[in-house]
């Protein structure tokens, strides 16, 4: 059975830093990509990073880039997303997820493009 744990969110004002984890268990952590989603309320669920197997493919969105940094532990099985100069507006429950393929595609950013989920972590940040 395939589980995926997020840990690492909270409250904090703007600007400050979280760093979330995600620890995953029941497959072999490096055959598969890995990402990040938010989904904020009344929103869609957005994707935020994708990082592949080796660590070597890195993608992220638009709105987080330049201040968000994926990476991973192969060793740990766990994916972390580091997330600095924070703004109100990254409030949402963030999952992690796990791909399909062992590099992200050109549609990482689309949750059909994974197969197993996190239940999520909530960040709120406070202006």
């Known amino acids: 059975q395939v589980q995926a744990v997020e840990s690492g969110g909270g409250l904090v004002q703007a600007g400050g830093s979280l760093r979330l984890s995600c620890r995953v268990s029941g497959l072999i952590f490096n055959d598969y990509a890995m990402g990040w989603f938010r989904q904020a309320p009344g929103k869609e669920r957005e994707g935020v990073s994708c990082?592949?197997?080796?660590?070597?493919?890195?993608y992220y969105g638009d709105a987080v880039k330049g201040r968000f940094t994926i990476s991973r532990d192969n060793a740990k099985n766990t994916v972390y997303l580091q997330m600095d100069s924070l703004k109100p507006e990254d409030t949402a429950m963030y999952h992690c997820a796990v791909d399909r393929d062992d590099s992200c595609s050109t549609w990482w950013s689309l949750p059909v493009e994974y197969n197993y989920w996190g239940q999520g972590t909530q960040v709120t940040v406070s202006s």
């Open positions: 990082i592949s197997w080796s660590g070597s493919g890195i």
